[in-house]
């Protein structure tokens, strides 16, 4: 039996990323004083909104159906309104307020929130609230609905100055400061280096471009950074350090990776997949949508164009081939072809997707929360949910798209066609157009010969052979039961033709193969779904979302109504511009002018929006510290969290809308800052002061997203593809995953050769059936928008790491580059660099045997684009001898491991010895700092 090596998992495993070398944590000097801090007077955004929203609004907000008491709190005037002689808010007076009374009573009958709705105030909650009112109960319209405007970066201190390299550290510096703070060291320039590659590529360095950066990024090769930065010539050194740093930056930023990187992210939000999703899940071919996102990034396309062409690239004038493409956003939501699917049912699931969707993309919303009700918490109307959804009535489509699954026709296509393949196209149809012109003229009278014919030979058999008629004729003929299938009619048609009508059976039979020739084109061109406006149908408001309701007002399209004052439009008017193309401020449309979806993506991304820009800054922010500014990447609504550092907030949007909306340039600030750059590993006052890191003395430390898991393992071991674009491709997996997929039946057909080491973005997305691999480190089925993915810890991952036959082939692969290399051995001295790659120089001739230790400095090289430590080496060197001893004993067990998967098996190194590296492989692999993002 084939030795394990699931108990390092426990030994190694979970322990390494946190004591890697090159990685120990410097004495944090603290900002910390004495003097006891001012109590801050109470804010309501960030103190009281959230204890109303959590626990009063439900019954008391913006819903009027749920409002009890005829109270609401959410507004200043309602709240401190007189009702019977009491006011529940009485300004400056918590004792006279009845709010303070009905949360301090123990009196079942009176206390609030009402013990049965399971909700109950903490101590501190009850005196913030009777501070606030104390203080004037201060009400302020909700910090993500205010305008936008630009904050100034505040003043900071000397030493402050010295650390900070931009207004973005200069408002991290401050609040670190206000709360007895102070940064985290920077971090090494190797993790600096694998960091910045994971973020904005997605993928590992390899040993060199680490080994590369090291040299021009450190300030002496044999110093701490420290001690060197004290010798003559600090302030040209740290300027070459500063260059090295923002030339790696920008060449991750120009790679087509960060295209890869970004879609993966993006696709998340937009809920792409392969399949529709519902029933049968079949196939749907919209990829090459994929595809322009890709390039969309990696070009540079400024947001608000890039929003524009996703939701309605086929309005904007002589659209492009690309424009439409990106139309195609409009048709990723899920179809369904199942039998009995009732079409208007399914229209209105579909519009209420769409309205969902564009609402937590753009806005950070949860407008769809309005689809049968008020919003209970935010300003958000049932007219507002409709009138959203009207934006999208024009787009051709069905609700029940019956035939589909074997058709594959799920409405309007994109044929992706080449000039060469178009001029094909064209020369057959014209051929086709001929040809048909003639059959359709002679095919009438042919027809009425065909009957008497069919008549004069229907009760004929002795004379068969003179007329040439064949079994399989007579056969039909003799049908006379009025079912005749229409492939026996068209043979019997066909065999007439011959006989009586030779030119017309000469042409109709050149017909048929001209356009079987057309179809064998067309099929062999990739198509996409994309967006067709028609005129568009009635929309109304649903009661209770039921789409049997027909009562319900007509609404057209417009924008929330309480937003309405975005790009200068009055309440009175009707809301947004009517169809700029450039995204300049709108105006409102002509009386009798119906609003399009045009408007709409003018609207999200016009400079008087507040929601786009910080919706999107904050989910950068959190792309690249692993929690946003807001905690919500998907609601800035009232359920959400208000920003830790709202002016940092404010600031990046303003960058991001200012700045033409180039998500390039907003990255590249954030990562040359000095917060971005610091250490994950931090003080234990800081840890203690903030655990879950929201004040950034620190970066964070998280498991890498699926993809990036797979393809870190892909790469390592050199075999990932570096092939950009092209139709999904299927990777290895697990036999009978596809068992329960009906309508049509189907197997799982893994792809060959280099398709199965494509970048983990090009898997085929079934969403009732993801990849297992990708199911187990958490990513969505993509049925709804994701904007955030959970991250969770489970041994199951580790059986996917150790297991999966991509990550034993990619292990054995690894095992084999680590083995044709082993005499080749990094130089590395003692000191504060061990750890972190030096040159490489030849250690000896290959010989014959493995060199065990030589051989894991190889797999961590390329694994953990690091050096083992001593401790390391002793732990695994005994787990190769072990395992070479046991394959050795059990040559078919090596033989089992080293053939798995489809790249060939070396046949000039021993398999024992193969088997065992990749044993070591599979444990390295099977690390936490393998997974993590550091």
């Given amino acids: 039996m084939a030795p394990r090596v699931c108990l390092l998992f426990v030994a190694i495993g979970w322990l390494g990323t946190f004591t890697a070398p090159g990685r120990a944590a410097a004495p944090v000097e603290t900002a910390r004083t004495t003097a006891a801090k001012p109590v801050a007077k109470v804010d309501f955004n960030r103190d009281i909104s959230p204890i109303l929203s959590n626990n009063c609004f439900y019954c008391h907000g913006p819903d009027p159906k749920h409002r009890e008491a005829d109270l609401r709190l959410d507004r200043r005037d309602e709240a401190v309104k007189l009702r019977d002689g009491h006011a529940a808010i009485v300004p400056g007076k918590p004792e006279l307020s009845e709010l303070v009374a009905r949360i301090t009573s123990t009196d079942a009958d009176v206390q609030m929130p009402p013990p049965d709705s399971n909700k109950k105030l903490t101590p501190k909650q009850i005196a913030l609230l009777k501070r606030w009112i104390a203080e004037g109960a201060e009400y302020q319209s909700h910090w993500a609905y205010t305008p936008l405007k630009r904050p100034t970066p505040p003043t900071v201190s000397k030493e402050a100055h010295a650390w900070s390299r931009g207004p973005i550290d200069r408002f991290i510096f401050a609040r670190l400061a206000a709360e007895g703070l102070a940064p985290a060291d920077e971090a090494d320039p190797a993790t600096l280096c694998r960091r910045l590659y994971f973020d904005l590529t997605g993928l590992p360095p390899t040993p060199e471009e680490v080994d590369a950066f090291v040299r021009d990024y450190s300030l002496s090769p044999s110093l701490p950074i420290s001690q060197s930065a004290a010798q003559d010539g600090e302030t040209a050194r740290q300027g070459e350090r500063e260059k090295a740093y923002e030339a790696l930056v920008d060449k991750l930023l120009a790679s087509p990776q960060f295209g890869e990187r970004m879609a993966m992210w993006w696709l998340d939000l937009v809920r792409y997949a392969d399949t529709v999703g519902y029933h049968g899940d079949q196939d749907v071919t919209i990829w090459p949508f994929r595809d322009y996102v890709i390039r969309a990034f990696h070009t540079g396309m400024p947001f608000d164009q890039f929003t524009r062409e996703q939701l309605a690239g086929d309005l904007l004038s002589n659209a492009t081939r690309e424009q439409r493409i990106a139309s195609g956003y409009n048709r990723l939501g899920m179809m369904t072809a199942e039998g009995g699917a009732q079409d208007k049912e399914y229209l209105a699931k579909y519009a209420a997707d769409r309205v969902r969707n564009v609402s937590a993309v753009w806005m950070g919303a949860t407008v769809g929360c309005a689809e049968c009700h008020d919003h209970k918490f935010d300003p958000y109307t049932a007219r507002d949910f409709y009138s959203l959804a009207a934006f999208f009535a024009d787009i051709k489509e069905k609700g029940f798209y019956g035939g589909a699954n074997s058709t594959g026709e799920w409405g309007p296509r994109l044929f992706l066609t080449t000039p060469d393949q178009e001029a094909q196209i064209r020369k057959l149809e014209d051929e086709i157009a001929s040809i048909k012109q003639d059959v359709d003229k002679s095919t009438p009278d042919a027809r009425k010969k065909y009957k008497a014919w069919e008549q004069e030979h229907r009760g004929r058999g002795t004379d068969d052979k003179a007329a040439g008629i064949t079994k399989e004729i007579r056969n039909i003929l003799r049908d006379d039961s009025g079912k005749r299938s229409a492939a026996a009619e068209d043979k019997l048609f066909t065999f007439f033709l011959q006989k009586t009508e030779p030119k017309l059976a000469e042409e109709t039979a050149r017909l048929q193969k001209l356009n079987a020739e057309r179809k064998k084109l067309q099929d062999s061109i990739p198509s996409t779904l994309v967006t067709e406006a028609v005129p568009p149908r009635t929309m109304r408001i649903l009661a209770r979302g039921n789409w049997m309701d027909e009562t319900g007002p007509e609404v057209e399209p417009a924008v929330p109504e309480f937003l309405r004052w975005v790009a200068g439009v009055k309440r009175s008017g009707a809301s947004v511009a009517g169809g700029s193309e450039t995204g300049a401020s709108p105006t409102a449309p002509a009386r009798g002018t119906r609003l399009s979806r045009l408007d709409l993506a003018n609207w999200l991304t016009d400079a008087s929006n507040p929601l786009t820009p910080r919706v999107f800054a904050n989910r950068f922010w959190g792309m690249l510290f692993g929690v946003g500014l807001s905690k919500r990447l998907d609601d800035l609504g009232a359920q959400g969290e208000p920003p830790v550092h709202p002016e940092l907030l404010d ?53 890498l997203p699926a993809e990036a898991v797979r393809d870190r393992a892909l790469a390592a071991s050199g075999l990932l593809s570096a092939t950009l674009g092209g139709r999904s491709v299927k990777p290895y997996q697990p036999a009978g995953y596809y068992a329960q997929l009906n309508f049509p039946k189907r197997e799982y057909q893994a792809d060959t050769g280099e398709n199965l080491w494509r970048r983990s973005l090009y898997t085929h997305w079934q969403r009732s059936f993801l990849h297992p691999a990708l199911v187990a480190f958490d990513a969505p089925s993509r049925e709804e928008c994701t904007c955030e993915r959970v991250r969770s810890n489970t041994p199951l991952q580790s059986l996917v790491l150790l297991n999966d036959p991509e990550f034993v082939e990619a292990a054995r692969v690894l095992a084999e580059r680590a083995i044709r290399i082993s005499h080749l051995l990094p130089i590395v001295g003692e000191g504060p660099d061990y750890g972190v790659l030096g040159r490489t120089g030849v250690r000896g001739k290959p010989t014959s045997r493995t060199d065990p230790s030589a051989v894991i400095v190889q797999l961590y090289r390329f694994a953990l684009e690091r050096l083992p430590t001593q401790a390391e080496l002793a732990l695994l060197l005994p787990l190769f001898q072990k395992h070479k001893a046991a394959y050795e004993a059990d040559a078919a067990a090596a033989k089992t491991l080293v053939e798995i998967g489809e790249r060939p098996t070396p046949t000039d190194i021993n398999a024992a010895e193969l088997a065992a590296a990749a044993s070591v492989a599979r444990a390295v692999m099977n690390t936490h700092e393998f997974v993590t993002r550091d």
């Avoid at 990046?652 to 998500?663: H, I, M, P, Q, T």
């Avoid at 600030?669 to 950034?696: C, G, M």
Wanted: overall charge positive.
């Fill in 651 to 703: 600031y990046l949007a303003s960058e991001l809308r200012d700045g033409s909306w180039n998500v390039k340039a907003l990255l590249k600030q954030i990562v040359l800052s000095s917060a971005y750059r610091q250490s994950s590993v931090a003080s234990k006052e800081t840890v203690e002061q903030d655990p879950f890191n929201r004040l950034y003395a620190r970066q964070s430390r998280f498991r």
